[in-house]
């Protein structure tokens, strides 16, 4: 719902892609993308990286995870309805079922958000 594709994987990065549209849930009156948005997008972005981790693998479905936490979000811009956001996820540490990941989301070659969250797999 919140990415539109997954560009690549490479390693421990991932990069998606969503093209802002007006009727995306998280549009406000004033045309731009609200903050939960470009969080949501962020973990989305986690979420098809970890699901093409897992089906690579030998998994039949995508695991389900939950945000457990998002730390130290910074948002310089909010996105306007046409804009692309490109996504590049970077995955840390496992433990115990919990993956720390970094985000950062940018429109062409500026930075609109970055964020560090710890999300939680079951399995």
Not at 54 to 71: F, N, W
């Amino acid at each position: 719902m919140m990415i539109d594709e997954l560009l690549c994987v490479n390693g421990d990065e991932a990069t998606c892609q969503l093209t802002v549209r007006d009727d995306n849930f998280f549009i406000d009156e004033d045309g731009l993308m609200a903050e939960p948005g470009l969080i949501e997008h962020i973990a989305q972005s986690a979420s098809a990286f970890a699901g093409h981790n897992a089906i690579s693998a030998g998994a039949t479905e995508p695991p389900v995870g939950y945000i457990g936490e998002v730390k130290n979000f910074h948002l310089y811009k909010r996105p306007m309805i046409g804009d692309v956001l490109t996504t590049t996820i970077t995955m840390g540490a496992e433990i115990e079922g919990i993956t720390i990941i970094r985000g950062e989301t940018k429109v062409g070659e500026e930075v609109y958000a970055d964020t560090t969250m710890k999300i939680f797999v079951k399995k």
